[in-house]
């Protein structure tokens, strides 16, 4: 168990990054998640059991300070970091012509700054474990919907992941670019109900990551958009 791969999850309590957690757990990796809420992330552990293999950071996931020292406490703890996944992420599900700017610089500043810091406290770690980068975006960061912000931060992740592949290739660094359709998820809790159609599952998507991430040696698999079928869009 002391050498065995090392994840570190941004809102890993629920949702994806819970679903990615149980998977990567399940095969022998060690897991950090971080999450905002204490409450949540007790909940998570004790719902597995509390296994030896799972760290629990509270923490604001755009918090520079509070993610360097989760990946500080990961490397106390764990000894190494060979993934990363800025999976924290929030919505307004509002327009910019008729929605409440109040919500929108936390969901900038959460879907946005938070996995470009979450990058720039791991990668000296990762280039150790010449490791991986995990960026969870959406559908949303590649078609045009209208009025949605929260798909321009979504089209900025899309960005960043290749800005990033760019300059962390050198460093024999992977990134990976999931970027879900509509996935039935806590994300939909402040819509106030389900979208319709087909929705696919939390551990759906968390199988395409947890794919990523284990690729072989040298295979830097960079996109990977998914969709339930029948979802249009």
Same mark, same amino acid.
């Given at each position: 168990?002391?050498?065995?791969?090392?994840?570190?999850?941004?809102?890993?309590? &629920?949702?994806?990054?819970? +679903?990615?957690?149980?998977?990567?757990?399940?095969?022998?990796?060690?897991?950090?998640?971080?999450?905002?809420?204490?409450?949540?992330?007790?909940?998570?552990?004790?719902?597995?059991?509390?296994?030896?293999?799972?760290?629990?950071?509270?923490?604001?996931?755009?918090?520079?300070?509070?993610?360097?020292? +989760?990946?500080?406490?990961?490397?106390?703890?764990?000894?190494?970091?060979?993934? $990363?996944?800025?999976?924290?992420? !929030?919505?307004?599900?509002?327009?910019?012509?008729?929605?409440?700017?109040?919500? *929108?610089?936390?969901?900038?500043?959460? @879907? $946005?700054?938070?996995?470009?810091?979450?990058?720039?406290? &791991?990668?000296?770690?990762?280039?150790?474990?010449?490791?991986?980068?995990?960026?969870?975006?959406? !559908?949303?960061?590649? $078609?045009?919907?209208?009025?949605?912000?929260?798909?321009?931060?979504?089209?900025?992740?899309?960005?960043?992941?290749?800005?990033?592949?760019?300059?962390?290739?050198?460093?024999?660094?992977?990134?990976?670019?999931?970027?879900?359709?509509?996935?039935?998820?806590?994300? *939909?809790?402040?819509?106030?109900?389900?979208?319709?159609?087909?929705?696919?599952?939390?551990?759906?998507?968390?199988?395409?990551?947890? *794919?990523?991430?284990?690729?072989?040696?040298?295979?830097?698999?960079?996109? !990977?958009? !998914?969709?339930?079928?029948?979802?249009? @869009?």
């Amino acid at each position: 168990m002391s050498d065995s791969p090392v994840a570190l999850i941004t809102g890993g309590g &629920s949702g994806i990054g819970a +679903a990615v957690a149980r998977q990567l757990l399940d095969a022998g990796h060690r897991v950090a998640v971080t999450g905002r809420g204490a409450e949540r992330l007790r909940g998570f552990a004790e719902e597995l059991g509390e296994p030896e293999g799972l760290l629990t950071l509270q923490g604001d996931a755009a918090d520079h300070a509070r993610i360097e020292a +989760a990946v500080a406490t990961t490397l106390k703890e764990f000894g190494r970091i060979d993934t $990363v996944v800025a999976n924290a992420g !929030v919505a307004t599900h509002d327009t910019v012509a008729e929605g409440d700017p109040a919500g *929108w610089r936390d969901m900038i500043l959460t @879907n $946005v700054l938070g996995p470009a810091v979450l990058i720039r406290a &791991s990668i000296d770690a990762l280039k150790e474990t010449r490791g991986r980068i995990v960026l969870v975006g959406s !559908v949303a960061g590649l $078609v045009p919907t209208p009025g949605n912000l929260y798909g321009a931060t979504k089209w900025a992740v899309t960005g960043l992941a290749e800005n990033t592949r760019r300059e962390v290739t050198q460093w024999g660094v992977g990134v990976t670019l999931i970027a879900p359709g509509r996935v039935e998820t806590p994300f *939909w809790d402040g819509y106030g109900s389900l979208p319709p159609g087909h929705l696919l599952t939390a551990d759906q998507i968390a199988d395409s990551v947890v *794919w990523a991430i284990r690729q072989p040696e040298g295979v830097d698999v960079n996109t !990977v958009v !998914v969709r339930p079928v029948g979802q249009p @869009n």
